[in-house]
C-alpha cells in the first residue's frame, strides 16, 4: 500500500498547492488588489481553478483509489488512510461529473462578481450586481443538472458542504424549530419591553476596535507569526496552509 498511498499524497498535496496559490490571489483580490486588476485576476484565477480541476479529476488517481481501496479494506476506518481514501473518492467520483470549463467559468464569473458586489455595496446600487447574480444562479443551476436526477436542485449543492446531507433533511429539521421559535418571539413581543440599544450608536475609533480585535484574536490562540489581519468589504478567513492562515475584518465608527 505504501507506494500507491505515498503517490496518492504527492498528487493531493500538488492539487492542494493550486488551490492555495489561487486562495492565496483570492485573498489579494478582497484585500490589496487595486481596482483595476479585475479582469486579469479572474482570468488567472480561472485558469488555477481548472488546472487543479483537471490535476484532481485525471485518470490517475482514480487508478491509485481502486489499488488502495481492498488494502484498506480492514483497516481502522478513522486512520488518516482510510479516510483519505474514502473522502478522495468521494469528491473524486463527485468532481468527476464536472467539466474542467464549468469549473474555469464559475471562477471567473465569481471573480468579477465579488468586484461589482463591493461597488454595489460601497454606492447601494444593486443594479452593478444583478447581472453577476443571474449568472451564478444559472451556473449553479447547471451544477446541479450534472448530478441528476434529484430529489431538490439544492442537494448537489448542499453535499458540497454537507456530504450526504439532503435538502429534506434540513427542511425537517427548520420544520421542527420553527413553531416553537415562533412562540418564543410571540412571548418576547407581547411584554412589550423595548430594548436599549443606544449604547450600539455611539462614535468608536477605528484604531481602538482594531486594537481590540486583535488582543481577542490573540487570546483565542491566534497567532500572528502565522496569520494576519487585513480589512475587507466582507470579513472572510482563508488559509494557505495550517502555517498561513489570514483573517479580515472591516469597521463601522457609528455602530
Known amino acids: 500500500m505504501t507506494d500507491a498511498l505515498s ?10 498547492d493550486l488551490h492555495a496559490a489561487n486562495a492565496v490571489l483570492s485573498w489579494d483580490e478582497q484585500t490589496y488588489m487595486p481596482p483595476g486588476g479585475g479582469p486579469g485576476r479572474a482570468m488567472v484565477l480561472s485558469t488555477l481553478s481548472r488546472l487543479a480541476h483537471e490535476r484532481f479529476t ?20 478513522d486512520s488518516d488512510e482510510a479516510c483519505l481514501v474514502r473522502v478522495t473518492r468521494h469528491v473524486y467520483e463527485k468532481d468527476r461529473k464536472v467539466p474542467s470549463q464549468w469549473v474555469a467559468e464559475f471562477s471567473r464569473v465569481t471573480s468579477l462578481a465579488q468586484q461589482d458586489w ?24 447547471q451544477y ?43 412571548a418576547i413581543v407581547a411584554k412589550g419591553n423595548v430594548v436599549d440599544d443606544r449604547f ?49 475584518t472591516r469597521f463601522k465608527p457609528k455602530f
Open 200 to 248: 450600539l450608536y455611539k462614535s468608536f475609533d477605528e484604531k481602538k476596535q482594531w486594537d481590540f480585535g486583535i488582543e481577542v484574536v490573540q487570546r483565542f490562540g491566534y497567532d500572528l507569526e502565522h496569520g494576519r489581519q487585513d480589512r475587507s468589504a466582507h470579513p472572510f478567513t482563508t488559509e494557505f496552509w495550517s502555517g498561513d492562515v489570514r483573517i479580515t
Open 144 to 186: 446541479a443538472e450534472f448530478f441528476a436526477p434529484y430529489d431538490s436542485v439544492y442537494d448537489p449543492l448542499l453535499d458540497d458542504f454537507e456530504p450526504g446531507m439532503k435538502t429534506a433533511t434540513v427542511r425537517a429539521i427548520f420544520d421542527a424549530l420553527r413553531p416553537p421559535q415562533v412562540d418564543l418571539v410571540r
Open 58 to 77: 485525471g485518470d490517475r488517481v482514480g487508478e491509485l483509489l481502486s489499488v488502495l481501496e481492498p488494502q484498506i479494506s480492514g483497516a481502522d476506518p
Open 7 to 16: 503517490e496518492l499524497r504527492d498528487l493531493m498535496g500538488e492539487v492542494r
Open 118 to 141: 463591493q461597488k454595489a455595496r460601497a454606492t447601494g446600487d444593486f443594479s452593478l450586481f444583478r447581472p453577476h447574480l443571474e449568472r451564478i444562479v444559472e451556473l449553479r443551476r
